[in-house]
Nanobody
Framework: QVQLVESGGGLVQAGGALRLSCAAS????????MGWFRQAPGKEREFVSA????????YYTDSVKGRFTISRDNAKNTMYLQMDSLKPEDTAVYYC????????????????WGQGTHITVSS
């Protein structure tokens, strides 16, 4: 089990940008695929983006392609999500997650979760 802590959330106007960070504990960070998920009020948690342990492979859900960029700095045990051109539909609690697999986008493969950070995008 990996401890994960998200930060960087807040309130932003539509069209604006935010950068989320996810700090991870442990000594094997570079072996974990990492992902971002979000959950809007009354809805199920959904996949947003994922990145392989090396950072070579990235995945995005269709609704954020071209707007969000996932990255990681393995030397700092940190993953990031740069969110540009934000829309009100992006409003949700965003969670980072870690997988024992090195390269995956399957929700079921992510077993460690952060506490979440709130993103509110106003019109």
């Amino acid at each position: 089990q990996v401890q994960l802590v998200e930060s960087g959330g807040g309130l932003v106007q539509a069209g604006g940008a935010l950068r989320l960070s996810c700090a991870a504990s442990g000594r094997a960070f570079s072996t974990y695929a990492m992902g971002w998920f979000r959950q809007a009020p009354g809805k199920e948690r959904e996949f947003v983006s994922a990145i392989s342990g090396s950072g070579h492979s990235t995945y995005y859900t269709d609704s954020v392609k071209g707007r969000f960029t996932i990255s990681r700095d393995n030397a700092k045990n940190t993953m990031y999500l740069q969110m540009d051109s934000l829309k009100p539909e992006d409003t949700a609690v965003y969670y980072c997650a870690a997988s024992s697999f090195s390269n995956t986008r399957a929700t079921s493969a992510f077993g460690s979760w952060g506490q979440g950070t709130h993103i509110t995008v106003s019109s």
